[in-house]
Nanobody, 126 residues
Framework: VQLQASGGGSVQTGGSLRLSCVVSGHTFSTLGIVSWFRQAPGKEREFVGGFRLSLNRPYHADFLKGRFTLSKDNARKMVTLQMDSLKPEDTGIYFC???????????????????WGQGTQVTVSS
């Protein structure tokens, strides 16, 4: 499985970005989950959101309070993270990750994912 993340960039506070994770090398719809994590300098990687493909259900990190929205496109084999009302604390490298089967109760843990993309930089300035 290969994951290609794109869409990062630099915006000002309150701006928006859309990140995309394209999956190849595996049947998209049979993956358990495709998720986004982020990592700021000096901090641990943290869960942002994940999409359970079989049930068409997104999971968002509670701290986002509705600012980010996940969606999927089966035809393009892609999971998209729409980020609105961006804040400087959202700055970091955003990674997409995938796992063959859905990890009940542990989908927010980075160590349980089988595959990772290369990351895309998001910078939010005040």
């Amino acid at each position: 499985v290969q994951l290609q993340a794109s869409g990062g960039g630099s915006v000002q506070t309150g701006g928006s970005l859309r990140l995309s994770c394209v999956v190849s090398g595996h049947t998209f719809s049979t993956l358990g989950i495709v998720s986004w994590f982020r990592q700021a300098p000096g901090k641990e990687r943290e869960f942002v959101g994940g999409f359970r493909l079989s049930l068409n259900r997104p999971y968002h990190a509670d701290f986002l309070k509705g600012r980010f929205t996940l969606s999927k496109d089966n035809a393009r084999k892609m999971v998209t993270l729409q980020m609105d009302s961006l804040k400087p604390e959202d700055t970091g490298i955003y990674f997409c990750a995938a796992r063959y089967n859905f990890p009940v109760g542990t989908y927010s843990r980075a160590d349980i994912y089988n595959f990772w993309g290369q990351g895309t930089q998001v910078t939010v300035s005040s």
